[in-house]
Every structure is written in C-alpha cells, then in structure tokens.
C-alpha cells in the first residue's frame, strides 16, 4: 500500500478531523556487511548460506571480533536487526573447538527462550552436534537431568537461575566447570528493581562459576537505550565492549502523531476514545491487505480492540475478519505459539496484543504498526514501532494519542520524542533492601570470605554482621558462613509485581483456559467478572483464592466489566528528606495497598454503564521503598 495515498484518503474523509498533527519521514538506510577474519568456523558459513545469509552485517561481525578477543560484549541495535547472531555464531564457534563448553542463555519470559530454542535448530540440521534445551518452570523433571548433564546451550531465565540452579550448584558442578559463555537477551528490559535484583544474581553466578574454575564471558543484547554500556557494565560488574553501530538495512519509515479530536459541545474538552480511532484505522488497514500490529495498554483493550475490529471486518469482508487475532501474556504456551506462526507466515493481517509482543519474538516483519497511547518511554515506543518494516518496503507506525495529559503533551511537542535520545536504564544493585536478601543468597550458596565483601557492595560488611545477629550466619577468622534453614532465595522474588499466578479453569470439567498473575487477577477474574480471550466472553462463577483458580462459563453477553478500585499509600520510615526548591524530597518505606471495591458492567458499544455489582476481596498490600515530592505550598 502507498501509505501517503492512505494518510491523504484519511484526510478527505468525512470524519476526518485533523487528526494529522505531525508526520515524521525518517529515509532508508542500506545494508552494511563486514568481513570476519579469520572467517567462520565451517560448517557455519554454509549453514547461513542455506538461510539467505552470504555476509554479515557490521555490527554482527564487531560483536563476534569482541566476543573471540576474550571481551564482555554488549550489542545494541534496532529492531529485528539479527541481534542473534551477534551471540549465536561465536558461541556455536566456541562449541566447535571446544565440545566440552558450556553456554548460558537468559531471556526476561520463557516465550522468548521457547523462540530462541527453535531459531537453533537450523544449525543443528546444518550438522552442528549439540544438545540444547530450555530448563524453566514448565521443564519436566526427566528432562531437567538430561539438561543438567549434557546441554552445551541452557536457555533459561533470571528466576530459574535465582532459585533453582545456583541454590543447587552441586549438582550442576559439570556445567558450572565448562561454563565459557553467558549470554542476557533483551537487556534493556532489566531495570529498576528487576534489573537490580538481576545484577545482584548474575554476580552469584559469577562467584559459584569462579568456584568450579570458570571465568565465563557475558555478551548483552538491547534495544536502544542512552546508556547501553554502562548499563551492561553494571549488571556484568565488569566493563564491557559496545558494539552500536547498526549494519542492518531498513525501508522508509513514515511516523505519524494521530491526535483524535475533541467531542462537539463536550463541557469537559474530552477528545474522542483512541480505541475507536485505533478500531477504524486497523479495519481500513487490514481491508487493504496490510499485515497490522496494534499495541494495547491493557489486556482488556487489546482483546475489546481485537473483537471489534472482527466485527467491522464480518460486515462486509467476513475472511479478513477470521484473519485477526489477540496477544497477550495469559494465553496457554501453545497457543501463542501458533499466533506467532500464523504472524510469521503471513496468515494472519492483524493482531492487537499488548506488549508482550514488543520484545524479541520472531514474527516476521509487518507493514503497519499502530501505538494504542503512549507507552510510557521512548525506548518502548521504538520497540514497538520497530516492528513495522518488511525488506525496502515503506512502513507506516500510527501512535493514536489518548486524552491524556502526557499523551496531548507529545501531540504539541513532537520533538520530545523524534528529537531526543531514549532513557537511561538505571539500577542499583548494591541497594540495601535488595542486597540483604541476596548476601543471604549468597552465603547459603558458598561461604563469604572477606576479601570478598569489598565486590558484594559497601553495606555487605553492615548487612552481614546484622544477619549474624539474628542467628542466621556465623563468623569465623577470614569467612562467614550460613547457619540459617533452607534456601533463602525461595523467599526472595526477583520482581516487583506479584509472582502468584491463578488458572482460569472452564467449567464444568475443569479445563485450563489461561492464567493471570496473582496482582491482576483481583481485577480481571473476580467473581462476577466478565474474562475476555480470543472475543470469546466469559463469566467467573468463582475465584478461588486458596486454590489460585477462576472458574468461567462461556456465555453470550453485551457487556464487560472492569473494577472500581482504591491506591493508599503509607509511609512507614523516613530515612532522608531535605528541601528542595522550597518544596520537600524524600526518600523512605513504604507499604502501597490497593482496595478492590466494586466492578461496573459497561457496554461493549457505547460504553454505558449498566449497573455495578460488590466485591469481596483482601487488600493487596506492597512493602516497597518510597521517594516523595511535597510541592511549596504557593504552589498548590
């Protein structure tokens, strides 16, 4: 499709509002190859062969000429720009001289591990011999001891290597020996206390791999980011190489900013829902046969989205209407499996999912790419514009305002985000709520010595002789050792939200449908609460808080519902506050809990609400640290 023909039909039709507010025109940009030398390993150069692939691009090679220095290697690029290769190759090279290596491979979910695992298999049948396999939660156990022994390549994630291999490094004393190479996938996604929480294992790792006589390499891969070195550096603990100069070719790209308008005779100034905007742009897209991927904000929204814009499509084009999907985390592994086939071979037109589609995940290239809102950064919103591009053909990314005000702030200050570089990604692994948890880990693991406290961050010495105090590690001339019961990283989560996950289960027999982790689940799954998946609808007969289960019944309804809830925050110590701009900043505990009061029932045309039905459910509350800004009061 000839995108600027589309935007000038959008512009004549009759509903047309000026919603056009900016269009950014960004060229295309050629390929750039680089020659490795020495060359590949065979089989390695025909293998890519058979795969299209004669040369690579520069920033492939620059990572591979890193990673064969001996350096830690950090490779930052756009979009599908074959990031993959840039840890692949130097691996499986390594695995060639070297059978006996070992290769670690993390990803921030299990479906991107399940997707690298199958992008794998081409060197095998290429006639590479090497035994590889993902060792998550869903591994089965006769399969956990064949990886244990014998993958040369273990595809996994943080929270496995957190609480179910390094607490059990005996029994992976082979692996850890042989460990040459640790590859972090989708680095960026690692901040905040995730990413700190991250550093903090990733640097267990490097204490135990040490222990068995391992001083394994680590290469990052990210999305662009300000600070891609100093990040990866801080969750390695060591310098790294950058490698950020993308060689991958890439079409024209039109950007366009689509504020919609503001309601006639609207006392308040409201502008029209960006659902609606978003639901006829997509139907216009796809009966132009042009493969559309919409980024929602909420599962609702992406699976309300996905329903309606079926429904426009049945009216007059019933096969474009079978042609499109929802996404979104809570689906059974196999059928997200078969959505990213059916996107990647080009059965499938449209998808409306939320950002569980914004990583990694090989689904091809598409030729639209529609941002539901703002999504909160630059760096997500070139995630997932990155995913519209096929080849040198044009792609055309739409970010659909909402009536927000940071939204309706970009639509007037485009160059915020076309002007400016992403965010930093920040951590701060030597954060003393996060490192007492993990020193506990630590020393369970191996014994402390204490020429090693220096490395583990300032306040180890502090945290260690408070953790001697309530009995739970011992100190003798030169080491610490732990004295406290079981495994102290099954108590520690790795994420800030909760890591509960409830089955919705059909009624009558039982059947699981989805899951929701256990902080949604209050307002997606509450007795009474209408369960969206695939446009089906479904209501929960019960939620069963014990046994982590929604029971559902497939009924017919008009109606959704979402829930009236309540945030109140307390603080509970303060430990630094000053004044700042005559105002007050401060830093502290916390404890956030969130009231789940009531649902409402709406319409699923025109929004009204029908009626509201009560709910009761246990508060949800979060120990968290706390900062704060008091604002001087001239200016309230």
Request: aromatic share 8%; net charge negative; charged share 25%.
């Amino acid at each position: 499709m000839d995108f600027a023909q589309f935007l000038k039909r959008c512009r004549a039709d009759r509903y047309y509002a000026g919603q056009i507010v900016h269009e950014n025109l960004q060229p295309a940009r050629p390929a750039v190859h680089r020659e490795l030398d020495p060359p590949l390993t065979e089989p390695l150069p025909a293998i890519l062969a058979a795969e299209g692939i004669e040369r690579l691009y520069s920033h492939q090679a620059g990572a591979i000429e890193a990673a064969r220095r001996g350096e830690h290697v950090v490779l930052c690029t756009g979009t599908a720009s074959g990031k993959t290769l840039g840890y692949n190759l130097p691996v499986l090279e390594h695995l060639l001289a070297e059978p006996n290596a070992r290769a670690l491979y993390l990803f921030p979910t299990k479906a991107l591990a399940q997707d690298q695992l199958r992008g794998l298999e081409s060197f095998r049948e290429g006639g590479i011999e090497f035994v590889s396999g993902t060792y998550d939660g869903d591994t089965p156990s006769s399969m956990r001891t064949r990886l244990r022994e014998r993958a040369q390549i273990l595809l996994s994630n943080p929270d496995m290597l957190h609480a179910g291999i390094l607490p059990n490094h005996m029994r992976w004393s082979e692996f850890f020996a042989n460990l040459r190479y640790v590859v972090v996938d989708e680095l960026h996604t690692y901040r905040g206390v995730f990413g700190s929480n991250v550093a903090n294992v990733l640097l267990r790792l490097r204490r135990i791999a040490e222990h068995y006589g391992s001083t394994p390499q680590f290469i990052g891969c990210s999305a662009t980011i300000a600070n891609p070195e100093e990040h990866a550096s801080n969750l390695f603990s060591a310098p790294v190489t950058l490698v950020d100069e993308d060689g991958s070719p890439r079409g024209p790209r039109r950007f366009v900013l689509w504020n919609p308008p503001l309601i006639p005779d609207d006392m308040l100034g409201r502008r029209r829902s960006n659902t609606v905007e978003a639901e006829a742009l997509m139907t216009e897209l796809i009966r132009g046969q042009v493969q559309t991927i919409t980024f929602c904000r909420a599962r609702v929204i992406a699976e309300l989205l996905g329903r309606h814009v079926r429904e426009r499509l049945a009216r007059r084009h019933a096969g474009l209407a079978e042609r499109v999907r929802s996404y979104r985390g809570g689906y059974l592994a196999e059928e997200r499996r078969e959505i990213e086939r059916q996107l990647f071979e080009g059965e499938l037109l449209g998808v409306t999912t939320t950002n569980a589609l914004e990583l990694g995940i090989d689904i091809g290239g598409l030729d639209a790419c529609l941002i539901l809102g703002y999504p909160g950064s630059v760096s997500s919103t070139l995630q997932q514009a990155g995913r519209a591009g096929r080849g040198h053909e044009e792609a055309l990314i739409l970010l659909v305002a909402a009536d927000s005000p940071i939204d309706q702030y970009l639509m007037s200050h485009p160059e915020y985000l076309f002007g400016q570089s992403p965010e930093h990604a920040i951590i701060d692994r030597k954060n003393m709520h996060i490192l007492l948890g993990h020193l506990r880990c630590a020393v369970a693991e191996l014994p402390i010595r204490d020429d090693e406290c220096e490395t583990l961050g300032d306040y180890a010495p502090a945290v260690l002789d408070l953790l001697a105090e309530n009995g739970q590690v011992r100190h003798q001339p030169g080491i610490w050792f732990w004295t406290g019961s079981g495994y102290p990283s099954r108590e520690i989560g790795l994420r800030s939200s909760s890591e509960d996950v409830y089955n919705i289960c059909l009624l009558p027999d039982g059947q699981v449908i989805g899951t929701v982790d256990g902080i949604s689940a209050f307002s997606l799954v509450h007795t009474g609460a209408i369960y969206l998946q695939h446009g089906e609808t479904y209501h929960v007969e019960r939620l069963d808080l014990n046994e982590k289960n929604a029971y559902v019944k497939e009924i017919e309804t008009d109606y959704y519902t979402n829930v009236v809830d309540e945030t109140k925050i307390r603080l509970d110590q303060v430990d630094e506050e000053e004044t700042w701009h005559e105002g007050q900043v401060g830093f502290g505990d916390a404890t956030v809990t969130i009231f789940t009061l009531m649902y409402r029932k709406v319409k699923f045309h025109g929004h009204d609400v029908l009626g509201y039905g009560g709910l009761d459910l246990p508060p949800q509350p979060l120990e968290t640290a706390a900062s704060w800004l008091t604002p001087p009061m001239a200016a309230l």
